[in-house]
Structures are given as structure tokens and as C-alpha cells.
């Protein structure tokens, strides 16, 4: 009788091919760090931060994709006036690092805040995270500390018991002038971040 075969795991990555960047070929990249380029209106922010597996070792080698909204709350290719679309070189609201870019292992996001998607949701960013010992991916949100009113009123982040919803909300540094959040995400034990089925 035939054995079943483990299952494969998420990773590792070939580094090279999905965050070139990081491996000496700027340019190249699909996504990257930098989600919003100069002309792009709206509030300058960045979103910096780390993952750590169940035991609390910061993971040196995850992959991270973000997807926003922009400031008025319409995706990339969303509907819009003409005048208020733009081109997709100037914001696709896409970007995708590792973790294994900075000394410290963090990983950092440079964009602008999104906008209520549809004017009940709080200005959120989509999370997608891929990394070794995974079956496969996980999605989470990232809401910010200073949207309180709107994050109380969102309906996705109303469904997240009250105890566990700060495991979500990015946490601004007041002390930078350059509107920097801080966001972990944690894979496991006792402030294992929210994950959502997808």
C-alpha cells in the first residue's frame, strides 16, 4: 500500500526572483517596499515591523505583500473620474518585501494611508504573508492607532473578539515626524496575531 508523502511547506523562496531588491537588481521587482510614488496625493506614511514564529524568534526570511487602497478608498483600476485616476507607475497599491532586507530583520513599507474603501470600513492595508513551515499563505489587516472612531465602527474588525483586536492595529510613533506605524505580526502563542480565512 502506498504511503502518504509529507506536504510541502511554503518556501523557502528564491529571494532573487521575488524581492530583487534585496539581492542587488533594483528595479526589476514586482511590487518592492516604496507602494506610492512622490506625486501620488495623500499622507506620506511608512510601516515597519517584524514577524516572529511561536516561540518568539524574530523569522529572518518571510515574505510580505500589502495592498491598499488609496487615499479616497478606490483600488488600483477602481472606477473614478478620469481626472482623478492615475497612471499605475504612480500608485498600484501593491508592494511586497522580505524580511531579511534590514540589519534588523524588520521589514518596511513606504506609502500613503489608504481611505474608508467604502465608507464603513476604516482606512486598513490587506496583509498576505508567506514563509517556510507554512501550507500556505496567511491574510491579516493592519488598522491604524489613530482612525479610533472609524476602527470601532468597522464591520471586519467588529467580527475580531474585543481582547485579541489590537493584534491588528499598527501603532503610530508620535516621536517620528515621519508618520511611521508599527506593526508585528506574530505567528502563534500569546499575541498571535488575527488571521482571516480567505
Keep these: 500500500m ?19 531588491d534585496q539581492y542587488g537588481f533594483a528595479g526589476t521587482a514586482v511590487g518592492g517596499g516604496t507602494m506610492a510614488a512622490d506625486q501620488v496625493p495623500g499622507q506620506r506614511i511608512r510601516i515597519v515591523g517584524k ?3 511561536g516561540a518568539g524568534t524574530m523569522v529572518p526570511d518571510a515574505l510580505i505583500e500589502l ?29 511586497r518585501v522580505g524580511t531579511g532586507a534590514d540589519p534588523d530583520g524588520r521589514f518596511l513599507f513606504e506609502t500613503i494611508k489608504p481611505g474608508s474603501v467604502d465608507g464603513l470600513q476604516a482606512p486598513h492595508v490587506h496583509v498576505t504573508l508567506f514563509m517556510r513551515g507554512l501550507l500556505r499563505h496567511v491574510c491579516t ?15 471586519v474588525l467588529c467580527t475580531v473578539p474585543r481582547g485579541r483586536r489590537d493584534t491588528l492595529i499598527a501603532q503610530r510613533d508620535d516621536a517620528l515626524s515621519d508618520h511611521t506605524y508599527s506593526f508585528d505580526i506574530h505567528m ?8 482571516f480565512d480567505v
Design 67 to 95: 495592498w491598499q487602497a488609496d487615499r479616497a478608498g478606490r483600488y488600483d483600476g477602481s472606477a473614478g473620474e478620469p481626472q482623478d485616476r492615475l497612471p499605475n507607475a504612480a500608485f498600484h497599491g501593491f508592494g
Design 51 to 53: 514577524v516572529f514564529d
Design 141 to 155: 489587516r493592519i488598522y491604524f492607532s489613530d482612525e479610533h472612531e472609524a476602527n470601532l465602527r468597522d464591520p
Design 2 to 20: 502506498p504511503r502518504q508523502t509529507p506536504s510541502q511547506t511554503i518556501g523557502p523562496f528564491f529571494g532573487f526572483g521575488l524581492v530583487p
Design 188 to 195: 502563534q502563542g500569546e499575541r498571535e496575531t488575527v488571521f
